[in-house]
């Protein structure tokens, strides 16, 4: 009930936003169309599957942050290097994560640091395949599999920490209908 609040709210104070005045008749239609769009077009709901640790989140953010920095900096550097242009490749990592909400949150965050973009989800076998810049050496190439390495490390301690973790209703369900199905074609 928090959460549909907190985005009622949001979409309440966007559209005050684009309107560009704080006024009654704003606010009041702001929450209005909120409130058709929260009924009308609900988001799904979303399994919580572990727990939050705000040390590992701090240093997650942290770590994100200077990734941002740097990659700025090398991407802004290789723009204005003379020299050829970069050697570009498509890259394939694999994730260990289990949750798709941290699948998702890892995804968003390879696309926003500079220099590489997720293509390809491959949520199955929890491969991602990114376009990045900067791969003609082995130092690129190790720097981006190391950069991976490091967000999902913290990822996995942030939100899925082997101690707290317990699959959701959802994905119980799934594995045992999956195990049913493995038995009757055996």
Same mark, same amino acid.
């Given at each position: 009930?928090?959460?549909?609040?907190?985005?009622?709210?949001?979409?309440?104070?966007?559209?005050?936003?684009?309107?560009?005045?704080?006024?009654?008749?704003?606010?009041?239609?702001?929450?209005?169309?909120?409130?058709?769009?929260?009924?009308?077009?609900?988001?799904?709901?979303? &399994?919580?599957?572990?727990?939050?640790?705000?040390?590992?989140?701090?240093?997650?953010?942290?770590?994100?942050?200077?990734?941002?920095?740097?990659?700025?900096?090398?991407?802004?550097?290789?723009?204005?290097?003379?020299?050829?242009?970069?050697?570009?490749?498509?890259?394939?990592?694999?994730?260990?994560?289990?949750?798709?909400?941290?699948?998702?949150?890892?995804?968003?965050?390879?696309?926003?640091? &500079?220099?590489?973009?997720?293509? /390809?989800?491959?949520?199955?076998?929890?491969?991602?395949?990114?376009?990045?810049? @900067?791969?003609?050496? @082995?130092?690129?190439?190790?720097?981006?599999?190391?950069?991976?390495?490091?967000?999902?490390?913290?990822?996995?301690?942030?939100? /899925?920490?082997?101690?707290?973790?317990?699959?959701?209703?959802?994905?119980?369900?799934? @594995?045992?209908?999956?195990?049913?199905?493995?038995?009757?074609?055996?």
């Amino acid at each position: 009930m928090i959460l549909r609040a907190w985005v009622l709210c949001w979409l309440m104070l966007v559209w005050v936003l684009l309107w560009g005045d704080v006024s009654a008749a704003n606010v009041l239609s702001g929450l209005l169309v909120g409130l058709l769009i929260t009924v009308l077009l609900p988001l799904p709901p979303v &399994p919580i599957e572990g727990r939050l640790h705000p040390l590992s989140l701090l240093r997650l953010v942290i770590q994100v942050a200077y990734y941002l920095v740097m990659s700025s900096i090398q991407v802004a550097w290789l723009a204005i290097r003379p020299g050829p242009p970069p050697r570009t490749a498509v890259l394939r990592a694999h994730l260990a994560l289990k949750s798709d909400l941290v699948l998702a949150l890892a995804v968003n965050i390879m696309n926003l640091i &500079p220099g590489g973009i997720v293509l /390809e989800i491959d949520q199955t076998r929890r491969l991602i395949y990114v376009h990045v810049l @900067d791969v003609g050496t @082995d130092r690129g190439v190790n720097r981006f599999y190391h950069q991976v390495a490091e967000v999902e490390r913290l990822l996995i301690a942030t939100f /899925e920490r082997e101690a707290h973790w317990r699959p959701s209703d959802e994905r119980s369900l799934e @594995d045992s209908d999956d195990a049913a199905e493995r038995e009757a074609d055996a």
